[in-house]
């Protein structure tokens, strides 16, 4: 006689209960999961629009190139990611702010035709020096005692090193006022209009 056979239904009950539970929660934590995601989604593309917007526009005096928009998009991720930390509970929004970040640089390369056999080793760079611009404008934005290291971080960053003093860190740092609480704000509903004459 099997182990299995010998187990009496009771136990049998209480085994495939405690199943059903662990798979119910499972499934809550998915389907959280999927929507927390699609609400990142729609954060990580607002923040695309902006980046778009301050690029395209050339008030940066800077040529419109993969590495200023990767360079404007981490600043700008950043900010949000700021905004983020004040806020209990938002560290699974934030690291999949970061991934979903990162999955669309790797399209952008895709599409500006890096290979599959150098994606891993270019991406692996992308993600050091993105991690480590992060990593310095959050600790720049931390010190208090300090109102001039954000501006040497974005000098180092954005501008190749120019002086901390350059006019269009302003134009960059003019982005920040409201942007990251617009980013986070709950999408509104889709309005619906009834023709005169409908019935409900």
Known sequence: ???????????????????????ARSADKRRQTRALRAQVQIWHDRIVDRVLQVTANGHLDLADTFSLRFDVMVFLVSAVLRHLHRIEGSQESSQMLW???FAGLEESLYARGVSDLR??????????????????????WADPASPEAIRVVIARNVFNGTASTDPRI??????????????????????TTVKQGDTA
């Open 1 to 23: 006689m099997s182990r299995l056979s010998r187990i009496s239904p009771k136990k049998w009950w209480t085994f495939l209960a405690h199943m059903g539970g662990s798979w």
């Open 170 to 191: 302003d134009i960059l740092l003019g982005n920040l006022p409201g942007f990251a609480a617009s980013v986070l704000e709950p999408p509104k509903p889709i309005a």
């Open 99 to 101: 991934d979903i970040t």
């Open 119 to 140: 994606m891993a080793k270019r991406m692996r760079t992308v993600l050091q020096n993105a991690t480590g611009r992060r990593d310095a404008y959050l600790a720049a």
